[in-house]
DNA sequence: TTTGTTTATATCGTTCACGATGCAAATATA
DNA sequence: TATATTTGCATCGTGAACGATATAAACAAA
């Protein structure tokens, strides 16, 4: 017999894990009709908020590192979705800027939260009950992104 | 201004894609000194609950397409971790089994459930309230496999 | 000023994920 | 028994993730 914690369907991990590329598939096709992925929507969402961020800044919010972000920007520059160049005042630093296209985006994609929120709606997770879900992940992104 | 649903904070796959990350990489120290991935941890959990499964079985388990889990195996048998030969009953399957390094794997990754576990107890996860937040994210598991 | 260290980004290699496609074995239908 | 369809797995191409490493600019210390 096998220790319970040892069980696939005692690991937190496996649910987060599950849970996540479930989610990120339905957003697949409402992204990839304008073209984009989900981490490249990510982005997007980091700089509608604020435009003309350096890479660093990006990838703190979306917790990424700057080696997975780089790419990123660059397939997104190849778009034409957002330009890349070097601080005025810091020459280390590329300054990542939406295009006509990037920020157009937020139109076209106006949608995507409530089709893809309506899709999420369960038993226990309803708009409601979300904001207990949300507070238990942000502690523990919290816990474990201060543990690094 | 921006519309609220297009706020980061807002989104919830973007709080289950980062805690899963970070989830994971919490994972790794512990993993890697035996030479597997995460991923390939998944495929053992499933293997020591019942040795000698089809592809698809594992595949199902795992919420995972076989075109993820196929490469995912052959890298494991290079190892020396298991083993894949074809069915008897159907030619077509491939039976996964564990060597015996694959089932002695078992014994040196005894400690992670634990070890990962108390990393991510913190204020509104604990050992109690873990329940209800696996209740919410099986919910969203259910609802969204159902979908497809 | 020279040297050393930190910081910001980029490059490389490996391993997932996954859509699209291919193929052979099994099964259903004609 | 032929033919068509489904099933199980594999291959291919692309885009993440991420550890390791590299490089140049900024900054600190000698």
């Known amino acids: 017999m096998i220790p319970e914690e040892f069980k696939l369907d005692n690991q937190l ?10 989610l990120t598939q339905a957003y697949h096709p409402l992204l990839s009709e304008q ?6 929507y990510l982005v997007l969402l980091v700089l509608w908020e604020k435009d003309a961020q350096p890479v660093n800044d990006i990838a703190k919010r979306l917790h990424l590192e700057t080696n997975t972000v780089t790419p990123l920007l660059q397939r997104m520059e190849k778009e034409g979705i957002l330009t890349r ?3 005025e005042t810091d020459a280390r630093q590329m300054i ?5 296209k990037g920020s157009g985006l937020r139109r076209k994609l ?10 999420v709606i ?4 309803t708009p409601d009950t ?3 879900l949300f507070r238990m992940l942000d ?8 543990k690094q």
Chains 1, 2 share one sequence.
Not at 13 to 22: E, H, I, K, P, V
Not at 122 to 125: I, K, L, Q, R
Request: proline share 4%; charged share 20%; aromatic share 6%.
């Open 13 to 22: 991990c496996f649910r987060l894990y599950t849970a996540s590329r479930l």
């Open 35 to 40: 073209g984009i992925t989900y981490p490249q």
């Open 85 to 87: 160049k070097k601080g």
């Open 96 to 100: 990542v800027s939406l295009t006509k």
């Open 110 to 119: 106006a949608d995507v939260p409530s089709t893809v929120g309506s899709a």
């Open 122 to 125: 369960c038993d226990s997770v």
């Open 130 to 132: 979300a904001h207990d």
């Open 139 to 146: 502690d523990i992104i919290k816990t474990l992104s201060e």
